[in-house]
């Protein structure tokens, strides 16, 4: 019980404190790429701030929605924080971390967005939920897929027994876990709205999904839609990482461990943010219709993975 509610305090406030860093780092990668400056690694932290002490403004049109939605976005996230370990998993985790529920909780964050996006009752809201929910009624089942995959290769429903396993495993020598990391990634960069599916920089109409579903939101909402996205962001940091590149992370709870395993997941997942803004810089916005693809890439190593694994067997 004492190291399950450790846990429970250590990755929520790992979560809350390292997640906007990532946001700001990817930003800053991608500026470097385009031979811009960027902002401060510390910028995201500054307009969260900046925007808990705004006013809220409420569109005429708003109901409740619009009010409680940002807080619950942010709750279900942080209820799904607590089934990804980021740097200790503890002895026991009373039914949390089984991967079903990680998606569900993820699933009814995304729902809540989208409502909050589409009860303001503009055209930008309402497109932009529109275009988010048919993306996630064609990405979905390919991520239960890829989770299904990692579930068969690591022997296990819960994500806290996965990070365990994977840990005795040998990355380079083991040709599930590339093909498994690849399929993760599109997975990031498809559930955290980068490019190619979308870009969470724009503004413009033709373009612009995640964005559009925030654009009536304002002061503390927009706070709080802002750190959901980077909470959401650094969770699928956390999962590729700690499936593909384990070492680190702690099993026990000691002091030195959990710094040690925190300054490791710090320094592996800003490698994976300069990978996630090298590949946003070099590649271009995808139309709707083009992103099959890339879902489909996904898709295939997955069930590479499981055959790979049955003739090994």
């Known amino acids: 019980m004492l190291s399950f509610i450790a846990y429970f305090f250590l990755n929520t406030a790992f979560v809350l404190l390292i997640s906007p860093f990532f946001v700001s780092l990817i930003k800053k990668v991608k500026a470097w790429m385009q031979g811009r400056q960027g902002p401060p690694l510390l910028q995201s932290y500054y307009n969260i701030g900046k925007l808990l002490k705004k006013e ?4 005429f049109n708003s109901s409740f929605i619009s009010r409680v939605s940002p807080y619950l976005n942010i709750v279900f ?13 503890p002895s026991q985790n009373y039914g949390l971390g089984n991967v079903i529920l990680f998606l569900y909780l993820m699933v009814m964050a995304r729902f809540f967005i989208s409502l909050g996006g589409l009860d303001a009752g503009s055209s930008f809201g309402g497109m932009g939920s529109s275009r988010e929910m048919t993306i996630s009624a064609i990405f979905e089942p390919i991520v239960i897929i890829v989770v299904s995959a990692l579930a068969f290769i690591l022997h296990s429903l819960n994500i ?15 040709s599930a876990l590339i093909l498994m990391g690849i399929a993760l990634f599109v997975v990031l960069i498809t559930e955290t709205s980068r490019i190619p599916v979308d870009n969470p920089e724009t503004h413009l109409e033709l373009t612009m999904i995640h964005e559009a579903m925030i654009l009536e939101s304002s002061g503390p909402n927009l706070a709080m839609m802002e750190l959901s996205y980077a909470i959401k962001n650094i969770l699928f940091m956390g999962l590729l990482i700690n499936v593909v590149v384990p070492w680190g ?60 694994e049955l003739l090994g067997s």
Do not use: D, Q, W
């Open 56 to 59: 809220t403004v409420y569109s």
């Open 160 to 174: 806290h027994e996965m990070f365990v396993n994977s840990i005795g495993t040998r990355v380079i020598t083991s």
């Open 249 to 308: 992370l702690a099993t026990s709870l000691t002091a030195l461990g959990i710094i040690g395993a925190a300054f490791l997941f710090f320094v592996k997942a800003c490698f994976l943010a300069i990978a996630a803004g090298i590949f946003e810089s070099v590649m271009a916005k995808s139309r709707l219709f083009n992103l099959r693809t890339l879902f489909m890439l996904a898709f295939s190593l997955s069930f590479l993975t499981i055959v790979f």
């Open 77 to 89: 996230l942080l209820a799904a924080s607590l089934c990804v370990p980021l740097i200790f998993v």
